[in-house]
């Protein structure tokens, strides 16, 4: 177990090749399927859709293969910033009269609508982050690409840079890794010149001096990683808005469409209940 | 034959805010035909690089033009054909990569060119057959290693069918059998009748080529063939230049034997000479052939402890697994053995991802042992609750290209942020940075509150050298010291760390160059695929042979010209590694009986 293996808690964002039957849907199925439970998760207003929604996100995640013991490895890095939302929900909720407030303290108040509310809060975190790993997962960055492209290509039309923006999500993604090595291994050199991580100490000034040794090199490294990857690109032809055909031709089946017109059905289900 | 490039005077500055452009070209002309293949020489800085840039038109000159199989480099319209023409490949393959699987990565550069789906299937195919990553074609690129992927930058170029290929620095960071396999590629590429230029730091990969150019300040001074380029080491050494190392051994042994013909640059080529000589020699001696004796000085070179000396870092039986409990759980090391002395300079060879770097990260606590034992110095890293702080204070660590994380303003205060942070401060602290900034080079005075950003790639390095030293640490680990330095920078790199190790301090290299292992360490360690596989004195673990290639390493020249002769017939004591050892046994071998 190491203090810097910081890739083992990015889950977002990796691609875990398993050939399970979601993997070979459309990627456009994947994309909208995707972005209907998404919303979905991040709308629904009742108890019972969360947990509805959360339930069908395990299942998805299983569906796919996926360990869902790792996809969760990704709520580690913002659970103490989920409890303190979940605290926050039960203290400071506003009185109502439907729910009955259950303890008072000047301005803090515990009533069933806060306890509600803080359920929903941590409902709602973990499916949203098993979904958007699972989908991650089950979607390698160039289908996502091609998708994308496909869906938004109408917007070509009224000129806009639709595969500069695709191109560009992209290549986010695939920094998203790269960058969580760079900063392992900038820490770890830091770290062997004297450098302690993580103990909390001195004002808030003196902790952000503490991050300098690493930001500042992480940034420059990126910004030099920006520009070795552009002028590649410019080197192998690439033009905003060149004329581009691609290696992966897609195909719309009768299983994408059951495959879109369930998620659809899950998405309205979970935003009514 | 056509001209394919023609530079006419070229110069180019880059723009620095608020300064002076910084010159990087000046007035250079250079042509280069249909089917060439030329190296492109040059000290860090020198514009090797800018001018790679210019010859598919990712830079343009500020004055003069650069014209591509008859396109001039400045008309926007003729960009895309003049990127078709001449294709690129970088040094760090992982920024060339644009996509997440090796197939559709290599379909990049078709796909910007508007082919047909299926066009676009063949050219992939035939791309990625060309460099046997055929069967790799449906796996994400970062699970490759550094040499295939170095490989599928290739493949991704090769897909666009260009008529001209640039490799930029592609070798510096490959190990011994990666680069290999690199230079056979690009002499495939030239044989099949593409035009190939190469950028390199190593002088060996410019012997490959038919013709050598060496830029300086962004002119180009020597332009020739290899035989020519290489026939002077005065000229080149004001070049931040060097022989290739079996042209320095023949110039060694040149000294001690005149007779030997100037211009020898490749290993057979010495051999015969060597062969040559000896017959001669056969020849002249009348009498009966005296024994071959090793000098003195031979025998005094001979490695072997004087005294018993004491385990710095004793490690057995280590293993660690990467990423432990997820899918992507790979192992890294598996029993692990290594012993280090004090006080001596002990070298880590292996080929790219045999777990080098994982074992360095070990010895000063970055990693804990998951197997196995490891004790350093007097601190047992297997207890959980070993002052891990202290092992760091007595083991520096000094990464691959360490200047990439320098973060202060100032060359001082970058180097006195350790020693800052372990308690030092006022005088003491500037007399520990004087003392670090001595031992790598730099001068106190005139280099601390120089600008980080804005002094060369070889002071950068130093300076990163320098703030580890600054702990005063007494075993000192370095990963691949002297990857993209040119070659003077390197040869002054090297004797500083000399003079550290006489200086008392224990030193531990990994590197991919042979050379610099065998000049510096007296005991190697081999790893292979996450294990250690022979441990020893160099001439044990260099005199393994052919076992060498396998592990994807390689002999230093004097061994391989010392195993060539002795194939030969020359008889020669097992494992020579040493320069001057060599020297004295041929001098033995080839004297006339007085």
């Known amino acids: ?273 | 034959m056509e001209p394919i490039i023609v530079l006419d005077q070229v110069s180019y500055c880059y723009p620095v805010p608020g300064s002076n452009p910084q010159p990087a070209l000046h007035d250079l002309s250079l042509q280069v035909n249909e089917g060439e293949y030329v190296a492109i020489l040059g000290a860090n800085g020198s514009g090797k690089s800018t001018l790679a840039r210019h010859l598919n038109a990712l830079l343009l000159p500020d004055q003069g033009r650069v014209v591509v199989a008859g396109l001039d480099t400045r008309q926007a319209s003729q960009r895309s054909e003049i990127r078709r023409t001449v294709g690129m490949v970088f040094q760090r393959p992982e920024d060339q990569i644009v996509a997440t699987l090796v197939s559709h990565d290599v379909a990049f550069g078709p796909e910007n060119l508007g082919l047909t789906p299926d066009d676009i299937r063949v050219r992939v195919e035939s791309a990625l057959r060309a460099v046997d990553l055929w069967d790799e074609r449906d796996r994400p690129p970062h699970m490759l290693s550094a040499g295939q992927m170095q490989r599928l930058a290739l493949a991704g170029v090769l897909a666009v069918r260009p008529r001209c290929i640039v490799f930029d620095e592609v070798t510096a960071m490959l190990d011994p059998a990666g680069r290999r396999a690199a230079r056979a590629l690009m002499a495939e590429l030239h044989r099949e009748g593409l035009t190939v230029i190469t950028i390199t730091h190593l002088m060996e990969e410019a012997l490959d080529a038919s013709r050598v150019v060496v830029l300086n300040d962004g002119e180009a001074v020597l332009d020739g063939t290899p035989g020519d380029v290489f026939s002077d080491v005065a000229r080149l050494e004001p070049l931040g230049l060097d022989l290739p190392a079996v042209a320095n051994l023949a110039h060694a042994l040149r000294a001690h034997h005149p007779a030997l013909p100037p211009g020898l640059l490749s290993l057979p080529d010495l051999v015969e000479a060597l062969e040559a000589l000896r017959c001669r020699v056969a020849l002249d001696r009348r009498g009966p052939t005296c024994p071959p004796s090793v000098s003195d000085r031979a025998a005094r070179k001979s490695w072997g402890p004087t005294r018993p000396p004491s385990a710095l870092v004793a490690a057995a039986g280590l293993g660690h697994t990467y990423m432990l409990g997820t899918p992507f759980a790979r192992r890294a090391l598996e029993d692990v053995r290594l012993s280090i002395r004090a006080g001596e300079a002990h070298g880590l060879i292996g080929a790219t991802g045999s777990g080098k770097s994982t074992l360095l990260q070990h010895l000063n606590g970055l990693m804990r042992p998951q197997e196995g034992t490891l004790r350093v110095g007097s601190y047992d890293l297997t207890d959980l609750k070993a002052d891990i702080a202290a092992v760091r204070r007595i083991v520096g660590l000094v990464f691959q290209m360490p200047e990439v994380q320098i973060f202060e303003q100032y060359v001082g205060d970058e180097i006195a942020y350790g020693p800052r942070l372990a308690g030092l401060h006022g005088e003491d602290l500037r007399k520990r940075v004087r003392w670090a900034m001595d031992l790598v080079g730099l001068d106190f005075d005139s280099f601390k509150d120089r600008f980080t950003f804005a002094i060369s790639g070889g002071e950068k390095r130093k300076v990163a050298v320098a703030a580890t030293l600054a702990l005063r640490p007494e075993l000192l680990l370095l990963d691949e010291p002297t990857a993209g330095l040119d070659p003077s920078s390197r040869r002054e790199l090297l004797i500083r760390l000399k003079q550290l190790q006489d200086g008392g301090m224990t030193l531990m290299l990994s590197s991919h160059q042979m050379e610099d292992v065998a000049e510096l360490s007296q005991r190697l360690t081999v790893m292979v695929e996450g294990t250690t596989v022979l441990d020893g004195d160099a001439a044990t673990v260099f005199g393994v042979g052919d076992r060498l290639e396998n592990w994807g390493l390689e002999q230093p020249v004097v061994a391989r010209l010392a195993h060539a002769l002795d194939v030969r017939g020359w008889d020669l004591q097992p494992g020579i590694v040493d320069q001057d050892v060599l020297i004295d046994v041929l001098e033995s071998r080839l004297e006339p009986t007085p």
């Open chain 1, 1 to 273: 177990m190491s203090e810097f293996e910081f890739q083992r808690y990015v889950t977002i964002g990796q691609y875990i090749p398993t050939d399970s039957i979601i993997h070979r849907l459309d990627p456009r199925t994947r994309i909208m399927g995707g972005l209907f439970l998404l919303l979905a998760v991040t709308l629904a207003p009742s108890l019972a859709g969360l947990l509805l929604a959360l339930v069908l996100v395990v299942a998805l995640t299983r569906m796919a293969r996926v360990p869902v013991g790792y996809a969760l490895r990704g709520l580690l890095a913002p659970l103490p910033f989920i409890a303190f939302l979940a605290l926050l929900q039960v203290v400071l909720s506003p009185a109502s009269g439907a729910a009955p407030t259950l303890w008072q303290w000047g301005p803090l108040r515990i009533s069933m609508l806060g306890i509600a509310n803080s359920i929903r809060v941590v409902l709602r975190f973990p499916a949203l982050i098993l979904l958007i790993t699972t989908a991650s997962a089950c979607t390698s960055t160039s289908e996502m690409v091609r998708g994308l492209e496909a869906l938004l290509h109408p917007l070509t039309r009224i000129r806009l840079p639709v595969q500069d923006f695709v191109l560009m999500v992209q290549v986010a993604l695939r920094f998203v890794p790269l960058l969580a090595r760079e900063a392992e291994r900038i820490a770890k050199s830091q770290a062997s010149r004297g450098a302690v991580w993580g103990t909390g100490r001195g004002g808030p000034l003196r902790r952000a001096r503490q991050a300098l040794p690493i930001f500042v090199p992480l940034f420059l490294v990126s910004l030099q990683r920006a520009e070795s990857l552009a002028i590649a690109m410019d080197a192998r032809g690439y033009r905003s808005f060149g004329e581009r055909t691609s290696l992966v031709s897609l195909h719309f089946t009768r299983a994408d469409f059951l495959a879109l017109l369930a998620c659809l059905a899950a998405s309205v289900l979970i935003g009514l209940v």
